[in-house]
């Protein structure tokens, strides 16, 4: 059952995981920006337009005063109690030759107690925030309460270095998923999580847990939609990488959106198909551009209209 909190307002989708500064390390010095996987999915929905609320952990510093009023340049509105913390978190990426990531981490996780007074379409959860303690839990509670009332979704984005040992690890992520509706991870997760599992077959191993559509990402490969009686092949977009920063995120924003309009039961072949290729047009529109900048609606419709008309 969910309770009500009197402050809390109702959305459209409710994000609910980690914010934090993150810090590019580059070889001509260092930029510090908004990060975190959920708080950059949220962003991403607010850039669409849509009305989306974050459940996240901040400090009363300055780096919660710079996260704040990014997410406010999207309209995202923040949930009352996510600002808890002694300190806000954060994540230093060190950029590579070929544009990719690695991070380094200084994050503390812990959400307030929180209730919904009314439930949103989607609630969303994702990536450190589902795996560490002390918050971990408190996610859990939120899903379970929405199972069965709102679609529920989730990105693991696994980062190996704090989610701890691998087989709690992905007991975790299975436990999460049994609660969801759609499970979306990149191949690196899927290799992560299952290295005994052939990649072809983690769709399969995780639609069996009870989610109804599995979406495999795989870079310039492009994309996977699963359901237990349909698959389809999404082609990569051909971009110029400025860095990778933000587009799995992108992703997920570009799904959700879609996700809002179709829902998640019986989906046909050509609405999988158009849900995977609007999200990936969203990544390759954010690969472009340095940093977690995720596309307005207005870029995403003219790029997926340009690859219809190719």
């Not at 989708?13 to 510090?32: K, Q």
């Not at 704040?68 to 913390?85: D, I, M, R, Y």
């Not at 900048?293 to 995403?300: F, G």
């Amino acid at each position: 059952m969910i309770t009500t909190n009197p402050q809390s307002g109702s959305h459209d989708v409710l994000v609910i995981g980690e914010a934090l500064i993150d810090i590019v390390s580059t070889t001509e010095g260092s930029v510090a920006h908004p990060g975190g996987s959920p708080a950059n999915v949220a962003f991403g929905l607010g850039r669409l337009g849509v009305d989306v609320s974050l459940l996240t952990a901040l400090g009363d510093d300055e780096f919660g005063e710079q996260i704040q009023n990014h997410l406010s340049t999207a309209n995202v509105k923040l949930q009352p109690g996510s600002v808890n913390l002694q300190r806000t978190a954060s994540a230093t990426a060190v950029l590579l030759a070929d544009g990719s990531a690695r991070y380094e981490f200084d994050i503390h996780w812990e959400l307030a107690r929180h209730t919904l007074e009314t439930v949103p379409k989607i609630v969303h959860a994702g990536s450190i925030a589902t795996f560490l303690q002390p918050g971990v839990e408190a996610v859990a509670q939120l899903l379970a309460q929405a199972k069965g009332q709102a679609l529920v979704t989730y990105d693991p984005n696994i980062r190996p270095a704090l989610v701890g040992e691998h087989v709690q690890a992905r007991a975790t992520f299975e436990r999460t998923a049994a609660l969801c509706d759609v499970v979306k991870l990149s191949d690196e997760d899927a290799a992560w999580l299952y290295p005994d599992v052939e990649l072809a077959q983690v769709a399969s191993t995780i639609l069996e847990l009870g989610p109804r559509i599995v979406v495999l990402t795989r870079g310039a490969d492009g994309a996977t939609l699963s359901t237990l009686t349909d698959q389809v092949q999404i082609p990569a977009v051909r971009s110029e990488v400025a860095d990778t920063i933000g587009a799995g995120d992108s992703f997920m924003s570009a799904l959700i959106y879609g996700l809002l309009g179709y829902g998640s039961a019986d989906l046909s072949s050509v609405q999988l198909e158009q849900l995977g290729r609007s999200a990936v047009a969203a990544g390759a529109l954010t690969v472009r551009r340095p940093g977690a900048m995720p596309p307005t609606l207005e870029e995403l419709n003219t790029l997926s209209n340009e690859l219809e008309v190719a």
